[in-house]
């Protein structure tokens, strides 16, 4: 069974949503709050550690139910059931979606063209355990009888982001190894971190599902160059591992096959850290840290699949951002997690969610006339409060967010807490109400500038309040938006797991590249042959 292919604009509850839009678009949910004293009550869902309040978003009960019947009119059950049991959703690369089977428990049976390939992940969990609690340990060592002290992971987009995002996060999980990410080609990021390191006694991750990434393949031979400067070949297989699909490859660029972490290509590259792409995750918090993550994300698979959907967390999130995308014109939502560990959360859902959700062809090829993925940013709090937020409480611009905050802090330092969360109440509260003209000449403005200080409000926000960061609660979160994800793209019915609009710059690169050597290049629109021209006078 592939994707149920039905044209969301089509459905009932897309043209009820478009009339209740009318009806709604200039309500402020101030008079929402006021008219209702049990709104946050019904607009809010607690499950596990995760606390949910949507109230301050502009719906009503009624904008739910539409929602909710659109969700039901474009098969939104069947497409869960469909992408969980194994069927080839992402059709136009044929290939089954389970990055849920990385974390699916050892008992569950999940088929791929007949094959249950549960107990083949747990083979491979196996293997990240013990080369994870060797290199810890210190048992497998360099090539001079050191134990290992740093740790690269050499990959770019699905190959980095992910590993580097989490580890980044759970760095108050993390135990003595040093862990650096190499992703850009641009020679200067490999440069600055093998200056960090001391080739005795670091390990190279090189993680890549195609092996066929420039970047990586660059980065992967400049390091082994640098490598055998000081060692010899044989002294590869000791310090030298790779994740990926293409096993030839792996082998060809001459990385012993011992020491190949195998991932499979219904995985795809923004949904892998649950695979042995995040091997540098389990070496850096130790296996049992990465198991956890995994465990907490299976909790939200588990979650997604089983929940009324007025109760699930991934779904009531899709459906509201489906209703400032599509009924209010919004482009953007801003990601703001009140942890500074979470800082490089935003970067990494940009590729999750834009690389999957950013097309404009439907599931039949044809041309679509809606808004689909949205364009998301944002930064910890509070250091965003003091760049960028003036814009979202008076720009003329909707922006909704999230605000992803944890109740006990990692620190323990309560004074500290206490000021960073009256910070991200204080702000969802602020851009809900607002401030009147009365409250600020109230306050003793002078006239002339009593405009400039008034805030509209009626911005709308999620707080998402977790009980505390850990490995567990932030696979759930993770988890959490790649549903969501999912859930837009069969509303939207796009193909969300495809990414066929990163290749054409790669082609042109790979043509541009040749032509820097050839004499003669007339081939160009004049300001991309200008440009050419003006780099080639210098090399
Ligand atoms: O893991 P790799 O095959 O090296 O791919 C790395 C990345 O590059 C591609 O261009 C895709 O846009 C990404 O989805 C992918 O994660």
């Known amino acids: 069974m592939s994707l149920p292919n039905i044209n969301p604009t089509d459905t009932k509850a897309w043209k009820n949503l478009e009339k209740h839009y009318n009806e709604l678009e200039t309500v402020h949910m101030k008079n929402l709050f006021s008219?209702?004293?049990?709104?946050?009550?019904?607009?809010?869902?607690?499950?596990?550690?995760?606390?949910?309040?949507?109230?301050?978003?502009?719906?009503?009960?009624?904008?739910?139910?539409?929602?909710?019947?659109?969700?039901?009119?474009?098969?939104?059950?069947?497409?869960?059931?469909?992408?969980?049991?194994?069927?080839?959703?992402?059709?136009?690369?044929?290939?089954?979606?389970?990055?849920?089977?990385?974390?699916?428990?050892?008992?569950?049976?999940?088929?791929?063209?007949?094959?249950?390939?549960?107990?083949?992940?747990?083979?491979?969990?196996?293997?990240?355990?013990?080369?994870?609690?060797?290199?810890?340990?210190?048992?497998?060592?360099?090539?001079?009888?050191?134990p290992f002290t740093h740790v690269v992971n050499i990959g770019i987009g699905g190959s980095d982001l992910g590993p580097a995002m989490v580890v980044d996060s759970l760095q108050f999980y993390k135990n003595h190894l040093t862990?650096?990410?190499?992703?850009?080609?641009?020679?200067?990021?490999?440069?600055?971190?093998?200056?960090?390191?001391?080739?005795?006694?670091?390990?190279?991750?090189?993680?890549?599902?195609?092996?066929?990434?420039?970047?990586?393949?660059s980065n992967a031979n400049t390091i082994k160059d640098w490598f055998l400067q000081s060692a010899s070949k044989e002294d590869i297989a000791k310090h030298f591992v790779a994740v990926s699909t293409n096993l030839e490859a792996v082998k060809n660029f001459g990385i012993d096959q011992k020491n190949i972490f195998p991932m499979w290509d219904w995985v795809g590259g923004r949904f892998s850290l649950w695979s042995a792409v995040g091997l540098t995750i389990s070496l850096a918090v130790g296996y049992n840290n990465f198991n956890s993550l995994l465990r907490g994300a299976n909790k939200m698979d588990e979650h997604f699949k089983n929940t009324d959907f007025e109760s699930?967390?991934?779904?009531?999130?899709?459906?509201?951002?489906?209703?400032?995308?599509?009924?209010?014109?919004?482009?953007?939502?801003?990601?703001i997690p009140y942890s500074q560990y979470l800082n490089q959360f935003a970067t990494y859902l940009q590729q999750g969610i834009m690389e999957s959700n950013g097309k404009s062809v439907d599931r039949n090829g044809n041309q679509i006339d809606y808004q689909t993925g949205t364009i998301i940013w944002g930064e910890p709090g509070t250091n965003s409060q003091h760049a960028f937020f003036q814009l979202i409480h008076?720009?003329?611009?909707?922006?909704?967010?999230?605000?992803?905050?944890?109740?006990?802090?990692?620190?323990?330092?309560?004074?500290?807490?206490?000021?960073?969360?009256?910070?991200?109440?204080?702000?969802?509260?602020?851009?809900?109400?607002?401030?009147?003209?009365?409250?600020?000449?109230?306050?003793?403005?002078?006239?002339?500038?009593?405009?400039?200080?008034?805030?509209?409000?009626?911005?709308?926000?999620?707080?998402?309040?977790?009980?505390?960061?850990?490995?567990?609660?932030?696979?759930k979160l993770i988890a959490m938006y790649e549903h969501k994800i999912f859930?837009?793209?069969?509303?939207?019915?796009?193909?969300?797991?495809?990414?066929?609009?990163?290749?054409?710059?790669?082609?042109?690169?790979?043509?541009?590249?040749?032509?820097?050597?050839?004499?003669?290049?007339?081939?160009?629109?004049?300001?991309?042959?200008n440009l050419l021209n003006y780099y080639k006078g210098f090399i």
């Open 394 to 475: 008076q720009g003329t611009k909707l922006i909704p967010a999230d605000f992803i905050g944890f109740v006990k802090s990692l620190h323990g330092n309560q004074d500290h807490q206490d000021k960073l969360i009256s910070n991200f109440l204080a702000q969802t509260e602020a851009l809900l109400n607002g401030k009147t003209e009365s409250q600020v000449v109230d306050e003793g403005s002078k006239e002339i500038i009593v405009p400039f200080k008034i805030f509209e409000g009626n911005k709308p926000t999620n707080t998402i309040f977790v009980n505390k960061l850990s490995p567990e609660s932030l696979g």
């Open 35 to 146: 008219m209702d004293k049990q709104r946050a009550d019904k607009f809010t869902i607690k499950w596990d550690d995760f606390y949910l309040d949507y109230s301050k978003n502009r719906i009503t009960e009624e904008t739910m139910l539409h929602l909710l019947k659109l969700a039901e009119e474009v098969k939104l059950k069947e497409a869960i059931q469909s992408q969980f049991s194994g069927n080839i959703i992402n059709q136009t690369e044929g290939r089954a979606v389970l990055h849920s089977a990385l974390r699916a428990p050892k008992s569950a049976v999940v088929n791929v063209a007949g094959e249950n390939i549960i107990p083949e992940v747990y083979n491979v969990k196996r293997k990240i355990e013990s080369f994870t609690n060797d290199v810890i340990e210190g048992k497998r060592e360099g090539y001079t009888g050191k």
């Open 179 to 217: 862990t650096y990410f190499v992703s850009n080609v641009d020679g200067d990021h490999v440069n600055e971190v093998i200056k960090k390191l001391n080739p005795e006694t670091t390990l190279f991750v090189v993680v890549s599902k195609t092996f066929t990434t420039q970047e990586t393949l």
């Open 487 to 529: 859930v837009q793209g069969v509303i939207w019915n796009i193909f969300s797991y495809d990414q066929f609009g990163v290749e054409l710059g790669k082609q042109l690169a790979n043509k541009i590249l040749q032509e820097f050597n050839s004499e003669t290049v007339n081939n160009h629109d004049s300001s991309t042959q």
């Open 312 to 335: 699930n967390i991934p779904v009531v999130l899709a459906l509201i951002s489906i209703w400032y995308n599509n009924f209010f014109g919004a482009e953007t939502e801003a990601v």
